[in-house]
């Protein structure tokens, strides 16, 4: 490990000439110490790991401080260093930074399905709070999240591969891309892809390896075409050819319904230029061929969120085949590789204005997620604010707003101002009046209409697509009554996941066999307390708290004590007892008409291995369809986990159980 270090410490001296590089050492030291005799999965010493987190915080050329930081990342949760010890040796700037990287991976619970949906939601709050104060936590949490799934082939559990893949896919890369940094977005895919769809995975690599001395070539033959032409033009730039990530490549297939023969755009060109009107004349060069329409997007003129500069177009070459070409300036393109990086300045903790920037949609949204109630809603609102595709349009003033794909005129009043969507009753698009489900393109010039005596409605939760018009409509109706206050859904909640009452024979057992006979969510052998205040036993209704310590407490299922405390929707676990026989459920799901429907509802509830017996989909009337099934359960609590699931998939509109004898009777209305 020692030689490793030494290539870390070298390239901090190329890159980082005059910077005080002993507290680099010094982390080096107090974490090879901490970590000695712990192994890796894979066999390797654990300290292998923080120095590879430290090596990919220092190619991103981040600050010695950061890289210490990273190489102690793990010595608080893992180790018996403490957080007085750390303050001691390292000050309070790196200690911050280790603990707040450990805060996100304090959660302790049991890995059941929904326990597990509230670790991962509360672990995203806790990373916003902790990037609000400093963005090197999450940076630092990327880098040991890059590292784990360089490594996941080692993990022997597949659930946990699974989940973690899944996680990475939905979270971490996102991130990544909302931070800037390409790169690292790009490997978190392919390596969730290749371990999420291995058999999609080595299709692809195969397909794209068996011809790549071809597409080589052609590229060659681009660049070198290219180069002539600015060459002539006076246009002083390099040209460099890329190709496309394997897990870019699958989306493309599965969004255009094509096979890999037939995405022919899978190679790109870049044009780094010296100045922005070199850009701009590079770009005449390049349309000298035919451009695609609807496929040139100016990012210069209008910079993402993350602060990406590019101009992307996609050309027709004379052999049919389309080309996609990227225009950017030097500086650009850093930023593009850098990320958020790029504009952090470490000289005396200053920050380039366009930083603060950066950081605005990361502390939005931790305000956004203050205000939601329970996991589902927090990983939705992440989900769709993070994970989407932008768009940017106008206000009448001419001030560009950036939005999530799909975005209505009311996200956009939304996002002006809470009191703008609040009081909106329509609005104009371009001129002309349009329904508040109109789906906003790039460059619409929006004007909202509003009125005092507007109040939002129940039907915009259905209207929304971005995570801050949904919770600031949720809090509105939650104060003038038109959504049931938390109280009132707990009860609810409590009913609507208990079997179906039926007589019961109660037991009373010694602690031993109570233990072994109690079901958490299906599963048996989790830790549980039983709740003294009502004494579960065998054959009562029981219901499971998840609390922070310490763990699930089970409760009758009509304690009074758990009725009348407060208590949160999300942290509810279902309970029941050994032996209950496995029943039939009945599930009718409502959706919009739209390409890969069915693909996406059956994906979502394929990670929880129910056992569907019948299954029927039913195209309808009035823009809508139905997907009805029929699938076996050890108890009720699995409706509530499937219709939950269901209900985040895009599109669908209404999930209910439903008698079986009534399967094939369904219509749509």
Request: proline content about 5%; glycine content about 6%.
């Amino acid at each position: 490990m020692r030689e490793q270090f030494a290539k870390l410490f070298k390239h901090m001296r190329k890159h980082m000439p005059g910077a005080d590089l002993e507290i680099v050492r010094k982390a080096y030291r107090v974490a090879n110490d901490a970590h000695m005799g712990m192994e890796r999965d894979s066999g390797e010493p654990y300290i292998s790991h923080p120095l590879e987190v430290a090596r990919i915080l220092a190619n991103l050329n981040l600050d010695p401080v950061t890289v210490a930081a990273g190489l102690l990342h793990d010595v608080l949760e893992d180790t018996r260093v403490s957080h007085d010890e750390l303050l001691k040796e390292f000050g309070e700037e790196i200690t911050a930074l280790v603990d707040g990287v450990s805060k996100i991976k304090s959660m302790k619970w049991t890995e059941t399905p929904q326990t597990q949906k509230e670790k991962q939601a509360e672990n995203l709050r806790k990373m916003l709070v902790a990037t609000a104060k400093d963005v090197r936590v999450i940076l630092i949490k990327l880098a040991d999240r890059m590292h784990n799934m360089r490594t996941i082939a080692f993990l022997r559990d597949k659930k946990r591969v699974e989940r973690i893949c899944r996680e990475t896919l939905d979270i971490y890369a996102p991130l990544a891309h909302r931070l800037g940094i390409a790169a690292w977005k790009w490997e978190l895919e392919d390596h969730a892809f290749h371990h999420l769809n291995p058999t999609e995975y080595k299709h692809i690599a195969a397909h794209v390896a068996m011809k790549r001395h071809e597409r080589e070539a052609w590229l060659k033959e681009t660049i070198a075409y290219l180069d002539a032409r600015l060459a002539e033009a006076e246009i002083s730039a390099r040209v460099i050819g890329r190709p496309k990530h394997l897990y870019s490549i699958y989306r493309k297939m599965l969004q255009q319904n094509k096979h890999f023969d037939e995405v022919m755009d899978i190679l790109a060109v870049r044009i780094i230029t010296h100045t922005v009107s070199g850009c701009y004349n590079a770009l005449g060069v390049v349309h000298q061929w035919p451009p695609v329409p609807g496929r040139f997007k100016d990012y210069i003129a209008m910079p993402k969120a993350n602060m990406y500069q590019s101009i992307h177009t996609v050309v027709m070459r004379e052999n049919g085949m389309p080309l996609e070409i990227q225009i950017r300036t030097e500086d650009m393109d850093r930023v593009a590789r850098e990320g958020i990086a790029a504009h952090w300045v470490y000289k005396e903790g200053k920050t380039d204005p366009k930083f603060d920037g950066q950081l605005r949609w990361l502390r939005q949204m931790y305000e956004w997620l203050q205000d939601a109630h329970g996991p589902d809603e927090v990983l939705d609102t992440i989900r769709r604010d993070v994970g989407r595709p932008d768009i940017y349009v106008f206000t009448p003033k001419g001030e560009v707003k950036e939005l999530a794909e799909g975005s209505t005129p009311l996200d956009f009043a939304y996002h002006v101002h809470s009191d703008i969507g609040h009081h909106c009753i329509g609005a104009r698009v371009n001129g002309k009046l349009v329904p508040l489900r109109y789906n906003l393109q790039t460059g619409d010039v929006v004007e909202i209409l509003t009125s005092r005596s507007q109040t939002p409605h129940l039907d915009w939760l259905d209207v929304v697509v971005t995570g801050k018009a949904r919770t600031r409509i949720r809090q509105r109706l939650r104060e003038i009554g038109e959504l049931e206050p938390l109280e009132a859904q707990l009860r609810r909640d409590v009913v609507r996941i208990l079997p179906e009452a039926r007589p019961r024979t109660i037991k009373n057992v010694d602690d031993a066999t109570r233990d072994k006979m109690i079901r958490v969510d299906g599963n048996k052998g989790i830790q549980v307390q039983f709740a003294k205040c009502c004494m579960p036993m065998p054959g009562h209704m029981v219901i499971g708290y998840a609390t922070k310590s310490p763990g699930i407490t089970i409760h009758r299922a009509d304690c009074p004590n758990f009725a009348k405390t407060k208590r949160d929707p999300a942290r509810m676990i279902p309970a029941s007892w050994d032996g209950e026989e496995h029943i039939e459920i009945g599930m009718r799901v409502t959706t919009g008409q739209r390409p890969n429907m069915l693909a996406d509802i059956t994906n979502a509830i394929r990670p929880m291995n129910i056992s569907i017996t019948r299954a029927q989909f039913n195209p309808g009337e009035n823009g809508k369809s139905l997907f009805e099934f029929v699938f076996e359960a050890p108890d009720r609590d699995s409706v509530a986990r499937v219709a939950a699931t269901l209900k985040q998939v895009p599109g669908v509109t209404e999930v209910q159980s439903v008698p079986t004898s009534a399967f094939s009777l369904m219509k749509v209305s």
